[in-house]
């Protein structure tokens, strides 16, 4: 069955950097975009970035761009997401989520169990 | 920027109907994308629900239905059972951001 592992987060100084990454299982990774969505603690979901399938094309939300950087393993079936220059407005539980469909315009059919980030001195 | 606006909180007696309102406010009268809805049990990874505003995934009970008009969409729960207590989320995409936007969440209560 499908399975979506993400691993990497942890507590990291302001300014500092984190790479997540998430483990796929169970489909063939490479035909389907990958998001991360991330949800601060208490707060609502927020989504961060999409990757193409083939990795040839990258989004990202406003308040990431310039810092973070998506991409992915289609050998490995693994996603990541290099987090530079991180803030404490960064801290949140990030998922890495399936695209039912290729782009932008999609909904998420599988999440994975999600990674905490937690950006303090 | 696209805004989706749902109502922080909603309650219903086991068995009832109840609805969740989600409203665009956006700069992108005149295009149309599907409204995706969303559940969150505490502690757990959101679930989709309702995708392309009224498709149940294989597995989500038909107890749970979506629709769509104008700038408005809804989901409602038929047949509330104390396990449906969870946050939901509706989500559709924004032109102008790229990406996707998310509503605030509504926070279900089963009497």
């Known amino acids: 069955q499908v399975q979506l592992v993400e691993s990497g987060g942890g507590v990291v100084q302001p300014g500092r950097s984190l790479r997540l990454s998430c483990a796929a299982y169970g489909f063939t990774f490479s035909n389907y975009g990958m998001h991360w969505v991330r949800q601060a603690p208490g707060k609502g979901l927020e989504w961060v970035a999409i990757i193409w399938h083939d990795g040839n094309n990258k989004y990202y939300t406003d308040s990431v761009k310039g810092r973070f950087i998506i991409s992915r393993d289609n050998s490995k079936n693994t996603l990541s997401l290099q987090m530079n220059s991180l803030r404490a407005e960064d801290t949140a539980v990030y998922y890495c989520?399936?695209?039912?469909?290729?782009?932008?315009?999609?909904?998420?059919?599988?999440w994975g169990q999600g990674t905490l980030v937690t950006v303090s001195s | 920027q696209s805004v989706l606006t749902q109502p922080p909180s909603v309650s219903g007696a086991p068995g009832q109907r109840v609805t969740i309102s989600c409203t665009e406010s956006?700069?992108?009268?005149?295009?149309?994308?599907?409204v995706h809805w969303y559940q969150q049990l505490p502690g757990t990874a959101p679930k989709l629900l309702i995708y392309d505003n009224s498709n149940r995934p294989s597995g989500v009970p038909d107890r749970f239905s979506g629709s769509k008009s104008g700038t408005s969409a809804s989901l409602a729960i038929t047949g509330l059972q104390p396990e449906d207590e969870a946050d939901y989320y509706c989500?559709?995409?924004?032109?102008?951001?790229?990406?996707?936007?998310f509503g605030g969440g509504t926070k279900l209560t089963v009497l």
């Open positions: 989500q559709s995409y924004d032109s102008s951001l790229s990406g996707s936007v």
């Open positions: 956006s700069s992108n009268v005149g295009a149309t994308y599907g």
């Open positions: 989520a399936r695209g039912l469909y290729q782009g932008v315009v999609t909904s998420y059919d599988y």
